[in-house]
Each structure stands twice: as structure tokens, then as C-alpha cells.
């Protein structure tokens, strides 16, 4: 068995967390003049409507910067995709230096708006937490990643990501994670899916996400429910993850998500097929400041301990 992190204390845990929330309270699409406009545009503009990347406002322009937070072993990365796009990413190193070196890498795949710089506290509490490495990917068109995303573009930007840690000397022969909110979590689970098979994936984390868009939009869009055969971005992530058999899964859901409803993340828990599922909630969560929820750290450093570093 290799090192496992120092246990943290709640207290630590939950005033850092609280710094994440002023970064994740990302406007809410589903207003009803919104959803009008959207019921009329569904078809020929749901990419725009699905895949809010200018939001909040300077999204694209204004990334903040691991300095901000006090880190300062890190890399500014921008990784090639097989079509030709250019990813932005943020590889940082765990802030606790040990004799060993990491044995474990995250990869995070963030919710559908903002930039991953709104979400480097939760990096920062991930390596400091696990002294683990974290990779974390901006999807193309946003931030400061070119492109425009859809679902068969993230698909090839997480297995861009994913390669990237397996060719890179210092991830190589790490453990890998993935780490998943909301839209997020459909990349990381259709990750998983097709390369569960090269054995070197050994845990999903999956917060607030959803059993596909299509059925999303009532929630989300109630004027547009019925249209949502005109729906050509999927992310059926209820028909991939029963797929995944051998890969540890640890469900974080927020019981107060205005946006994805608690019960998809139910129902994903309940069709899950692996051989290891944990479920945990947080009845005051929501859809994006679950992850400031008391003991969220705590769960995931027990999911990694227990079920990845003991692998």
C-alpha cells in the first residue's frame, strides 16, 4: 500500500471550501423568458443555449490564475487536440512535498459554465487534501481553449486530456482520476466507459449530473419539454455508465439542485454496475455550491483512501 494523505480537519476543510461558492454561484439559465427563446431556437442554436460559455460575463477574457490562490507550483498548459483545436489546462502539483512522489492524478471536468480558473479552489483543496497532481481541462471554446464545443468535440478534449497524462513522464505511471460536476461528469462517465478497458482509470468522482440533456430540458427549459426530439447534443449518460463495470464510483449529490433534479443523480446511482458505489449526500447542496458543503473533502479523501490508494 502506498502513503495515504494525512487526515485533514473538518475545520480546514470547510473555510476553504467556503472560498469556492463566490466562484460557482454561476447565473442560472432557467428564467421563462429564456426558456421562450430557447423553445424557438432549440434546433439550429442549442449549442449556445447548452453550452453557456460566456457566462458570466468575460468567461472567455478574464481566467484567473493559480497565483491568485496562493499556488505556486504549477503549469500553464496548452495541449493539442487531433483536430486541431488548442486546450487550455492547468496542471498543479501537489503544495506538500514528500519523499514519495505523487502516486495519483486527478483529472477534472468542470460544469458547463465559467472557466477553470472559477475553479481552482477546489483543485487547491483536492491536492492539499490527497497530495495528489491535478489536471484540469478547459473545454474548447471556452476560456481560453479555441473551438466550439459539442458533445463529439468535449469527447475528444477529455480523451486528449487523458492522453496527455498517460504520455507525460511525471503522470505516466500515476493512478488516475476522474473528477466530474454536473455537465462534467457526463465527459468523465463517457471517458471512463471507453477506457475502462486499459485498467489504468481507478476511480469517478460524479457531482450533480444528469441522466442525458434530453432529459434535462424540462427541468431546465419548461417550455421547451416538447421539443426535445429536436435535441442533437445527448450525453446519454444513463445508457454509458451501466457499461462501467470495474472502475470505483462516488456519487456526491446535492439535494437542493435547482437545476439538474436530485433524481437523476438517484437514478444514475441505482443503474450503476460497478463493483464499488458509494452514494453520498448533502441535504443543503446546491447545484453549484455542493461542493462548499460540509464534509465533501472529507467524503471524497475517505472514496480516494479506501477504494484507490489501497487498490
Excluded at 450503476?272 to 458543503?293: I, L
Aim: glycine fraction near 6%; hydrophobic fraction near 40%; charge should be negative.
Amino acid at each position: 500500500m502506498t502513503d495515504s494523505p494525512p487526515p485533514s480537519s473538518s475545520w480546514s476543510v470547510a473555510s476553504m471550501a467556503g472560498s469556492v461558492v463566490q466562484f460557482l454561484r454561476l447565473p442560472v439559465l432557467a428564467s421563462s423568458g429564456l426558456a421562450v427563446v430557447a423553445s424557438g431556437m432549440l434546433y439550429f442554436k442549442q449549442n449556445e443555449i447548452i453550452y453557456p460559455r460566456n457566462m458570466p460575463l468575460n468567461a472567455r477574457a478574464e481566467v484567473p490564475k493559480p497565483p491568485e490562490f496562493g499556488i505556486t507550483d504549477y503549469e500553464d498548459l496548452r495541449i493539442p487536440t487531433p483536430d486541431g483545436e488548442s486546450l487550455a489546462a492547468l496542471f498543479i502539483r501537489p503544495s506538500r512535498k514528500l519523499s514519495q512522489d505523487p502516486t495519483m492524478t486527478i483529472l477534472m471536468f468542470h460544469g458547463n459554465a465559467g472557466n477553470i480558473g472559477h475553479r481552482i479552489p477546489i483543485a487547491q483543496m483536492l491536492e492539499e487534501t490527497l497530495n495528489c497532481n491535478v489536471l484540469m481541462l478547459e473545454y474548447r471554446g471556452y476560456g481560453e481553449s479555441t473551438g466550439a464545443p459539442d458533445e463529439q468535440g468535449l469527447k475528444i478534449d477529455a480523451q486528449t486530456a487523458l492522453d496527455y497524462i498517460r504520455q507525460r513522464a511525471e503522470t505516466s505511471k500515476t493512478k488516475i482520476v476522474l473528477y466530474g460536476q454536473s455537465l462534467g461528469g457526463a465527459v468523465a462517465i463517457n471517458l471512463a466507459a471507453n477506457n475502462e478497458k486499459d485498467g489504468d482509470i481507478k476511480g469517478l468522482v460524479l457531482e450533480n449530473t444528469f441522466l442525458s440533456v434530453r432529459k434535462m430540458i424540462p427541468s431546465v427549459f419548461p417550455a421547451a419539454k416538447y421539443l426535445t426530439r429536436l435535441c442533437h447534443q445527448y450525453w446519454p449518460s444513463e445508457l454509458v455508465l451501466p457499461q462501467i463495470t470495474s472502475i470505483p464510483m462516488l456519487f456526491l449529490s446535492g439535494l437542493k439542485d435547482e437545476i439538474v433534479p436530485p433524481s437523476h443523480m438517484t437514478q444514475l446511482h441505482h443503474m450503476c454496475k460497478a463493483d464499488v458505489k458509494v452514494w453520498r449526500t448533502f441535504p443543503n447542496g446546491h447545484h453549484n455550491d455542493t461542493v462548499a458543503e460540509p464534509g465533501y473533502f472529507d467524503h471524497i479523501q475517505s472514496f480516494m483512501v479506501n477504494e484507490v490508494l489501497d487498490d
